[in-house]
């Protein structure tokens, strides 16, 4: 019989038999996968576990703060966070191709993890070597990467930066045979906050992948605002549990004429891509209510500069996905 508590306790007691007394990491990256995963082996090892916060620069307004407040609040997990946004900056300057953001992030990922994880076995060297590393993996990205069913693979995902090929770690999977509902239901049952367990999907490699051009600081700053803003006035509405997501996308390399003020101006546009959707395997475009869709258009071009034009994206996936790169 299938129930949170069933798929706890399997997994509490398949974890501590594989872990045994030694130690385990898991990366945090602010999504609900990873913290149900994190929490799922907190509870079956306590303070063996360690887990590691990559700050990547490329993260929305408040999701750092949110990690290091309330995840450590709600399961008092041992937290790194490591700040590494000078250096994914530098990695990405002069990148647009999308799979080589991807990669590249990834890559820069795993560097910084190891970092974190060779100083958290510096820092207690007497204690039982760290071998595990915790990946909150669910069956939908199984699917996607090739790996349940020889399907190709649709885009490098991955949650933890990419799965380390040379990396030394035996690998922690607690929710491989999961759908996002079922995470949902787990991470409840194990206490955590709402603002977690309820959080919308967001990718791994961030507003890198939503950005269409180069990344850099000054457009990671004005897609952080636009973001903010559409993120607020879809919870104000009351919107956040009816869509699936909504990346805010900016089209750096674009540039359209508009009239601001007293003068024209040549800025970018930005792109709502409201979905709903089960899995996220496929989606549909949500029929957002116009006066919605008007405040936050009027709010961005409003509030952030160097933004003249909002767009609405009306394609299902497939054939869009759902993230522009
Ligand atoms: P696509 O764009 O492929 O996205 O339709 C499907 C779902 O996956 C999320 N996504 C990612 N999640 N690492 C992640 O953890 C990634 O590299 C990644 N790429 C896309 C996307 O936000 C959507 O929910």
Not at 228 to 255: K, M, N
């Amino acid at each position: 019989d299938w129930t949170t508590g069933n798929v706890i306790d399997e997994q509490v007691a398949a974890i501590r038999d594989q872990v045994g007394t030694k130690r385990a990491i898991c990366g945090l990256s602010g999504g609900v996968d990873s913290a149900v995963a994190a929490a799922l082996v907190q509870k079956a090892i306590g303070s063996q576990l360690t887990c590691v916060y990559v700050d990547h620069g490329l993260m929305r307004k408040g999701e750092t703060e949110q990690v290091e407040k309330d995840f450590v609040a709600a399961t008092g997990v041992q937290l790194k966070v490591v700040d590494a946004q000078e250096r994914f900056l530098a990695a990405l300057a002069g990148v647009s191709d999308p799979e080589e953001k991807r990669k590249i992030i990834g890559r820069e990922f795993i560097r910084v993890f190891e970092q974190a994880q060779a100083e958290i076995v510096a820092e207690a060297p007497g204690d039982q070597p760290v071998e595990f590393l915790v990946q909150g993996t669910l069956y939908p990205d199984v699917v996607e990467s090739g790996g349940g069913t020889g399907t190709a693979n649709i885009k490098s995902h991955h949650n933890v930066g990419g799965l380390p090929e040379d990396l030394e770690f035996q690998l922690i999977e607690p929710l491989r045979k999961l759908f996002k509902d079922e995470v949902r239901m787990v991470g409840q049952e194990l206490g955590l906050p709402d603002e977690i367990v309820q959080r919308q999907p967001f990718p791994g490699p961030g507003l890198g992948i939503r950005i269409v051009g180069e990344v850099t600081k000054d457009r990671l700053d004005l897609l952080r605002e636009a973001d903010a803003i559409a993120r607020e006035e879809l919870t104000e509405a009351g919107l956040d549990r009816d869509i699936w997501q909504c990346p805010v996308v900016l089209l750096a390399d674009v540039r359209s004429v508009g009239v601001q003020g007293d003068g024209r101006t040549y800025g970018h546009p930005i792109v709502l891509r409201p979905v709903s959707s089960e899995d996220a395997m496929t989606a549909d475009w949500s029929r957002l209510p116009y006066d919605v869709l008007a405040r936050i258009s009027t709010r961005i071009t409003n509030e952030v500069a160097d933004v003249n034009r909002v767009v609405l994206d009306v394609t299902s996936k497939p054939p869009g996905t759902i993230e522009w790169e």
